[in-house]
């Protein structure tokens, strides 16, 4: 069983190299922020909660967001091969609770992939993304929130994984596909 976690600053190719990964290893995909989109887009309580912070480049809380993560941990179906996490976890509360939910259901992480992108990279990718993406929080001055919050609350995130060996570091400068292939090659290492 292959459980993924995929992260990295805004903007460093989550979403795309997820979407890669499920098809070639055939994984759920379980991204907090589209779960979370899903939620402003029906308009429910807690949408309406979720965009008060997103929109403005903040990170969601730990309790509602860890929440929202156990109830799609569990309600996933028998048999499936494994899950990529992307956007989660995002601060060490997150990780803790992860550890904890996935004990309970005698599952455990294999690996956190941490993409690594210059900032000036993130900046342009953002910026071009908002073009077409119709999302809040992709403008210049949410984009520059994001990054710093990310540095402060997410980057520590990387040593909770470094300290019980589960952490690879990738590359996040390049084509899709080169991308892709150092991805794999991480993956394919784990599984052997
Ligand atoms: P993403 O699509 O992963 O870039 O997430 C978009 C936004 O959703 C983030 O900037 C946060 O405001 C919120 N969000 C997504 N995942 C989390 C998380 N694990 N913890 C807190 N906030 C989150």
Do not use: W
């Amino acid at each position: 069983m292959l459980n993924i976690i995929i992260c990295g600053a805004p903007g460093c190719g989550k979403g795309t190299q997820s979407d890669l990964l499920v098809n070639k290893y055939k994984l759920e995909h379980l991204s907090t922020g589209d779960l979370l989109r899903k939620e402003i887009a029906k308009k429910s309580e807690l949408g309406l909660i979720a965009d008060s912070y997103i929109s403005n480049g903040n990170l969601v809380p730990d309790a509602m967001i860890i929440d929202i993560l156990s109830k799609a941990i569990n309600e996933q179906a028998e048999g499936v091969k494994g899950v990529i996490l992307d956007g989660f976890p995002r601060t060490v509360a997150q990780a803790e609770a992860l550890e904890v939910m996935l004990k309970k259901v005698n599952k455990e992480v294999s690996v956190l992939l941490d993409l690594t992108v210059d900032n000036d990279e993130l900046i342009n990718r953002l910026l071009k993304r908002g073009e077409t993406s119709g999302r809040s929080d992709d403008n210049l001055e949410t984009i520059k929130k994001r990054l710093e919050i990310y540095e402060i609350k997410t980057a520590p995130v990387s040593d909770f994984y470094k300290k019980i060996n589960k952490y690879a570091s990738i590359n996040g400068m390049g084509s899709i596909e080169e991308i892709f292939e150092r991805i794999a090659a991480v993956i394919d290492s784990k599984r052997q």
